[in-house]
């Protein structure tokens, strides 16, 4: 039985100065690594001196408190004493926001709020793939089962903005029933007819690319509303709820608490919702506008420039809403006969699905595999907001080899001129409006797309790395990692893992390994960018990021070898494991690879510390090696 941590997680909590002192919280391999907002406020002497805890260290802006092997079992405690989230964040200031450049804060951003709907949405997809068929197979729209299904399936994706405001209020730390309020303003039926008119009041930019009729006003201020309406969409009500958290904030501060809980919602919405439409609409609207003018010259100076083009940034137009400057231009295209402007970014779906197969194959998290099986089977039929949203996206580059491969396929397709013959279904089902009488290489040439998309999308995501999105300890069976052994050796001599130079313990650049309080043993220089097995056993520990990883080995000696110093920092970055946790090693079997020289670019050290963990269970630990040693170089030799 797993023991209970409950007590030191208690006690640490309230001596880094409690929950409300703390901004964020990770952990490596050893430590727990708090962002405290004033540290003065941890009495770090009492945390030094507390059973359960090695030592502290104050370095990197962090406060970590040393608790060893068991750090997963103390932090999980941790978490639930403290009422953090399971990324480890806690409801702090507006200071605590995703770091990384504004694209990487801005992916971090929007795919952490579709991660609480994602077994919802891949399931909508999914029903939209089954009235797909329906459709295939002759049911009439009108059908009752067809109608209902419809319904449950599309439903979801209509109505996406209000599950945005939701978990957009939830982040930005807004009253939920307001940000609803908001979302329900911006797709309230019939909406779009209140705007429009059979002759709008005057236009707006009349002859540029952002030309926009106007039907109505607020108190005399133009609405210019997207045609498109706001349904389905994702940036504008993110938007909305972002700015009508500020205002409720300042509403808070002033507002007297007598009457606070209606009158703060009443403001906020009184000047949230007319700034939506006000500005959102328009900013969003003159967006795709100018999307749609700057593709049609594209277009115009090259066909094949555009289907690349077209192809590499679709995904990321339909992400910002801003493929709308398309589609009308698409359907009034087709009204006239066959169509060419969105032949390039109907097959792309099909490489999120062999991006998904390749991240099924290989990724080690249980719960990815299972949300990639959905997103996969919507993706065939052209939904692929749970593959983006939920698990391309957020992993980035399966997301970029995705466009890669849409902008090949798609220059491929204007190439031979393919044409779009009629407005059809999406995915598998747009393989119909294709079919061209009395031409069979159109649809040919569609096929030979679909098939490189799969294999692309396979193939361009089988060259990086697939990473880690949920974190914590991989799952493996509990016999393959907790299976003690029988006896341990009096005495075994361990080989060097890694090829480098030797460098004493005490002379490593961070104090809890220097002071060996996390075991003795030595550290390495390293010369080569692996770590090998240096003796047969069992992997216990293999930490997300691959930076750290830890042996039990069949003598009885447990050795935890830490790649660099401060490395989790880099989220697996330069990293490669070439086992699981729970795997069965035998002595020179590569476990780990990584890329020195990007580690070094980054800042850190790549100094590796190879410690037996489990010191106390010998009466020595001696280093028999010093200088350069080579793999197989007798290291450490322990001793009862």
């Not at 031979?416 to 031409?439: H, T, Y």
């Not at 590796?608 to 350069?628: F, H, Q, R, S, W």
């Amino acid at each position: 039985m797993a023991k209970d941590y409950t007590d030191l997680a208690q006690d640490i909590v309230a001596h880094v100065g409690g929950k409300e002192n703390i901004t964020k919280l990770v952990h490596c391999v050893t430590r727990l690594r708090f962002s405290l907002k004033d540290e003065s406020k941890a009495d770090t002497e009492y945390l030094k001196n507390r059973d359960g805890i090695v030592t502290v260290v104050k370095a990197g802006g962090q406060y970590q408190v040393v608790i060893g092997n068991h750090v997963p079992d103390v932090y999980a405690a941790v978490t639930k004493a403290a009422g953090i989230s399971g990324e480890g964040s806690i409801d702090a200031d507006e200071g605590d926001v995703p770091q990384g450049n504004l694209f990487d804060r801005f992916i971090a951003l929007v795919s952490g709020l579709f991660q609480p709907m994602l077994g919802a949405l891949s399931a909508a997809g999914m029903i939209k793939g089954v009235v797909a068929i329906m459709a295939a197979c002759g049911v009439k729209s009108t059908d009752g089962a067809y109608v209902v299904l419809n319904a449950a399936g599309d439903g979801f994706f209509q109505f996406l903005p209000l599950i945005l405001a939701l978990t957009a209020a939830k982040r930005f730390k807004m009253e939920k029933f307001t940000a609803l309020a908001i979302g329900f303003a911006l797709v309230y039926p019939n909406i779009a007819a209140s705007f429009t008119a059979d002759k709008p009041l005057y236009t707006l930019f009349a002859g540029t690319p952002i030309e926009s009729p106007i039907f109505t006003t607020f108190f005399g201020l133009p609405i210019i509303f997207p045609a498109s309406s706001y349904l389905s969409t994702v940036l504008p009500i993110i938007a909305a709820v972002w700015i009508g958290s500020k205002i409720e904030k300042g509403f808070k501060k002033v507002i007297p608490d007598v009457v606070k809980v209606f009158i703060v919602p009443f403001f906020t919405l009184l000047i949230t919702v007319p700034l939506a439409f006000l500005v959102i609409g328009p900013v969003m609207t003159w967006a795709s506008d100018l999307v749609g003018a700057l593709f049609t010259g594209i277009y115009g100076f090259s066909p094949i420039l555009y289907g690349l083009v077209l192809g590499a940034t679709w995904q990321i137009l339909v992400m910002f809403g801003l493929h709308w400057g398309l589609v009308p231009l698409a359907i009034l295209e087709l009204q006239k006969g066959p169509g060419v402007l969105l032949v390039a970014s109907i097959a792309i779906c099909f490489a999120q699905a062999g991006a998904l197969l390749n991240i099924m194959m290989r990724t080690k998290e249980e719960k990815v595999r299972q949300l990639s099986i959905p997103a996969f089977i919507s993706a065939l039929f052209g939904v692929t907001e749970p593959a983006i949203y939920g698990i391309t996206l957020p992993m980035r580059t399966p997301f970029i080899m995705t466009c890669i491969s849409g902008a090949l396929t798609g220059s491929y397709l204007a190439f031979f001129d393919v044409k779009l013959q009629v407005m059809g279904g999406m995915g598998l089902f747009a393989i119909p409006s294709f079919i061209e009488v009395g031409n069979s290489m159109t649809l040919i040439h569609f096929l030979i797309a679909i098939v490189a998309n799969l294999v692309l999308g396979f193939g361009l995501t089988q060259l990086v790395k697939i990473p880690t999105l949920y974190g914590g300890a991989q799952e493996v069976a509990a016999e393959e990692i907790s299976q003690p052994v029988e006896e341990i050796a009096p005495e075994q001599v361990i080989p060097t893992p890694i090829v480098g130079k030797v460098v004493a313990l005490e002379d490593t650049p961070d104090a809890v390994f220097a002071s060996g309080a996390m075991g003795q043993g030595v550290a390495i220089e390293p010369s080569v960018g692996e770590v090998i097995a240096p003796a047969d056993g069992v992997v216990r520990l293999l930490f997300p990021t691959n930076h750290a990883i830890g042996l039990a080995t069949d003598d009885g000696a447990e050795i935890l070898i830490h790649v660099g110093m401060d490395t989790v920092a880099l989220e697996g970055e330069g990293f490669t494991a070439h086992v699981t946790q729970g795997s069965k090693v035998k002595a020179g079997q590569l476990l780990l690879s990584f890329d020195m020289d990007a580690i070094k670019k980054a800042g850190y050290p790549v100094t590796t510390p190879v410690i037996v963990t489990n010191t106390a269970d010998y009466k020595t630990v001696e280093t028999l090696a010093n200088g350069d040693v080579q793999l197989g170089d007798a290291l450490l030799k322990v001793s009862k």
